[in-house]
């Protein structure tokens, strides 16, 4: 992929991201102690490491723009990668064989809209291609085929119901 393709496909992830997400309000833990609007990149770490301790609606307003920090702060190093591995396996609900840990995972992403999921499902393949996480390819497809799956599911899903409405 040429530099100048690899900045379309960004640019269109990230649209896709802002578009899909507009309407996800600030959840009342974060209006409360007035930490609404923009991450801080070091917010982003941390929360690229770990978002099992959030609740659902908080992850719903967060997930876009820790996906977003990460288009632009990804390392480009196979080594240092800034934990971008550690995002792609919390985008997995499935990784860890553990069913209390998969159910508080699903309850994050339950929400999400088709548009939500699909465009979480490009930004994970988008990010397949970085030199980040060549070494994680294998966790970034099976994220993919959580994210995407749903994404098509819930695309069938919504076109069987026109169908049937007509």
């Known amino acids: 992929m040429s530099e100048l393709d690899v900045l379309e496909s960004q640019e269109r992830v ?3 991201l802002r578009q899909a997400f507009a309407e996800v309000p600030c959840p009342d833990t974060f209006k409360n102690a007035g930490d609404c609007g923009p991450l ?9 490491r ?3 301790n959030y609740e659902p609606e908080e992850i719903h307003y967060l997930l876009p723009m820790i996906l977003e920090d990460m288009l632009d702060t990804r390392t480009g190093d196979d080594i240092e990668t800034d934990d971008a591995e550690s995002l792609v396996l919390h985008l997995d609900p499935f990784w860890l064989d553990d069913a209390v840990v998969r159910k508080v ?5 339950a929400n ?7 465009a979480v499902c490009e930004w994970l393949q988008f990010a397949r291609t970085w030199n980040d996480l060549t070494r994680f390819r294998h966790w970034v497809d ?3 085929r959580y994210w995407c799956h749903a994404a098509c599911d819930n695309a069938q899903d919504s076109q069987s119901a026109g169908q049937t409405a007509t």
């Open 142 to 144: 099976a994220a993919i």
């Open 40 to 48: 801080l990149h070091d917010v982003a770490l941390e929360l690229r």
């Open 105 to 109: 995972q699903l309850d994050q992403f």
């Open 14 to 16: 990230r649209r896709m």
């Open 112 to 118: 999400f809209t088709p548009q939500q999921r699909e």
């Open 50 to 52: 770990d978002f099992y």
